[in-house]
């Protein structure tokens, strides 16, 4: 049987990207189409042609990373770096969502981007992004890996800036592009401390390293795993790098789905996981990691509660469930954090691609105050989206109720204040996102006549993807069944423990009991009903609104904090942007203008006097010429003379 190279797996998108980028303009949109999503369709099939024997190989007890060298890229005396591409249970769950979510995007955006005029360069991009994230993912050492993750982050602002026309998407992808540049000059710092410690920045030399002797490297480890995290929380939107997340709205719904969903947001949780033997040695840095996920998930939770428009209130709910991500990191349950990712990946996409199917029914419309009464006009997309709402809530048994139960349950073993934390933010996920079903879908429709008489469920290629996502975010958490249920019930765990290696020295996650489990699991249900309870009652029947409106208007500076994002873009506007731009401005003004152009000005100004000067002295006259040679001669030879006499 032929083995499929890896190389072949990202190498595909980027065909796509060139097919699309170079020709697609001439050879119009039928092509684009064929090329853009085809391309990744058979990444996707290269992509399972590996992982199908690979994970039958992982499940029969042979974990061991299959990696493959492509070209060594630099050597500088004791220092090389190859390019090479790896294998094994991390990279191979990573591969199997992005690739095949990525291409239901794919699919999906065929429908809905047809009309715009920059159909291929809206797929050469796209594919451009799968590329970027294909190599971050399989990359065998950090500077492959950093290859892909500024890959991502330039198709981010790309896509983001999609329609560049408006400066709210041209100012949204440059707030991404400087947000991203902040953390990875972090990420950067990381990896020079990485090879200052190791000497080397591939994974198979640095782990084992670590651990064949964890205490020689420990005391380097707490200020590696700081600054890697640093990266991690710009690309994955973490306090205080995560503002420039919910501003990539203003790109195509579908690459707001892939985004939050399948690519860029995940990398910062996959490089944590990735390094997990550098965190578990550096508790402190854990600490961080736990305490910033536990505060953006409740953070951006309750921002997300008084938004209005519907693909803000999912841009907050990504923000908080890498929150939760987090959270399971810094308190050492990776693979709960990575499972999360997984069941995220199906019931984001999902969220997003069902939102783009109501904003396309409504004629670009995204406020929800001016929707209402659409699962009668849009069955599929109500049903689907439904679904991806009961999973991201916590719902028995919908999909992100198996892993967020998970998180909970380790956080609950490590710190029951962080669990708290975490609980509250639960129950105002269910209650936001119950909250944009009612609004959205029930009541009475709010906007126009012209609206109501447009609005139709989307073509096949849309719905399509929405029913295979619907089907995944339902079954999706049946991967992770409690261990409560049995050692070996948890197939995602059976698969993942292999790459977060027992360590001497580190701390072991703490194991509950049954009871304390079945506790756990039965406070996380509650506080999810709780909030679809309570959205219920504020936002469905014909009085629908009443009650927040009062509330509003009892609190009403809470309430404007709150629907103000608490005000952090205009903290950030005086603290940094403002600051920055005036000494930006004194810097052009003064040292830029004045010294700097001053003095080539100056040195210009000199030289053309000089020549206005001497001028005068070119007559064309020859005899005037054959005088002050003369006098020259003279001159020289009045001081040749005088020099001698001395």
């Known amino acids: 049987m032929v083995t499929l190279p890896l190389w072949l797996i990202p190498a595909l998108p980027l065909a796509g990207f060139l097919a699309c980028g170079l020709l697609g303009r001439r050879l119009g949109k039928r092509f684009v189409s064929i090329a853009g999503v085809g391309f990744v369709a058979l990444a996707t099939a290269a992509a399972f042609a590996r992982l199908v024997p690979y994970a039958a190989a992982v499940f029969a007890g042979d974990p061991a990373a299959r990696t493959e060298k ?7 005396g004791s220092f090389t770096a190859d390019v090479a591409l790896r294998l094994d249970p991390l990279s191979a769950v990573m591969l199997s969502f992005v690739t095949f979510v990525g291409f239901l995007i794919h699919v999906y955006s065929v429908g809905y981007m047809r009309a715009d005029d920059g159909y291929w360069r809206y797929f050469a991009y796209l594919n451009l992004f799968m590329f970027s994230m294909l190599t971050l993912i399989l990359g065998a050492n950090f500077l492959v890996l950093f290859v892909g993750w500024e890959g991502v982050g330039l198709c981010s602002y790309l896509l983001i800036a999609f329609d560049y026309g408006k400066e709210s998407a041209a100012s949204a992808g440059r707030k991404a592009f400087i947000a991203n540049r902040i953390g990875d000059f972090s990420f950067l710092v990381g990896l020079f401390l990485t090879f200052a410690a190791f000497g080397t920045l591939e994974f198979d030399r640095i782990f084992p390293a670590i651990l064949a002797d964890p205490a020689r490297f420990a005391p380097a480890l707490t200020a590696i795993a700081l600054c890697l995290f640093g990266g991690a929380a710009g690309k ?23 985004i939050h969903a399948a690519t860029m947001v995940t990398a910062g949780v996959y490089l944590v996981v990735r390094c997990n033997v ?3 040695l550096a508790p402190d840095a854990m600490l961080v990691v736990a305490i910033i996920g536990g505060a953006t998930a409740l953070f951006a939770a309750i921002i997300g509660t008084a938004q209005n428009d519907i693909k803000k209130v999912l841009a907050y709910s990504t923000v908080s469930q890498l929150g939760y991500m987090f959270l399971a990191c810094g308190v050492g349950a990776f693979v709960a954090g990575i499972f999360h990712v997984l069941t995220h990946a199906f019931f984001k996409a999902l969220l997003f691609l069902g ?14 105050r001016r929707m209402g009464d659409l699962r009668r006009k849009l069955p599929v997309t109500f049903w689907t989206f439904l679904m991806a709402t009961l999973a991201i809530s916590g719902i028995p048994l919908w999909a992100g109720f198996f892993s967020k139960d998970e998180i909970l349950g380790a956080t609950f073993a490590r710190s029951p204040v962080l669990w708290a934390v975490g609980l509250a933010a639960a129950g105002l996920t269910a209650f936001y996102m119950f909250r944009l079903v009612y609004m959205t879908f029930f009541g009475k429709f709010r906007g126009t006549e012209e609206q109501s008489h447009h609005v139709h469920e989307p073509p096949s290629s849309m719905t399509v993807p929405l029913v295979i996502l619907a089907v995944l975010s339902t079954v999706g958490g049946f991967l992770g069944l409690p261990r409560l249920l049995g050692e070996h019930a948890s197939l995602i765990h059976r698969f993942l423990d292999p790459i977060v290696p027992a360590i001497a ?3 072991a996650l703490p194991e509950l009991s049954s009871a304390a489990e079945i506790a756990l699991i039965a406070a996380s249900v509650a506080i999810a009903l709780g909030g679809w309870i309570l959205a219920r009652a504020f936002y469905s029947g014909e009085n ?12 009403p500076a809470l309430y404007r904090a709150v629907a103000g994002k608490f005000y952090v873009d205009e903290l950030y506007e005086t603290i940094f942007y403002r600051p920055f731009r005036t000494l930006a401005r004194l810097l052009w003004k003064a040292v830029d203008e004045l010294v700097i152009d001053g003095a080539i000005n100056a040195g210009s100004f000199l030289v053309e006097l000089a020549g206005d000067l001497l001028r005068f002295f070119t007559t064309g006259n020859v005899r005037n010429y054959a005088l002050t040679f003369l006098l020259g001669i003279v001159a020289i030879l009045a001081w040749l003379l005088t020099g001698a006499v001395r």
Do not use: K
Request: proline fraction near 8%; glycine fraction near 8%; charged fraction near 10%.
């Open 236 to 258: 994955s939107a973490q306090i205080p790098l995560s503002v420039w997340l919910p501003d990539a709205m203003a790109g195509p719904t579908p690459v707001s789905a892939l």
């Open 544 to 555: 629908s609104g009443d009650a927040p409106a009062r509330l509003a208007s009892r609190y």
């Open 505 to 507: 020295g580190a701390a």
């Open 278 to 280: 550098i965190f578990r």
């Open 70 to 76: 492509l070209w060594t890229w630099m050597t500088a």
């Open 355 to 368: 939102s783009g199917s109501v904003i396309h029914a409504m004629a670009g419309e995204q406020d929800m």
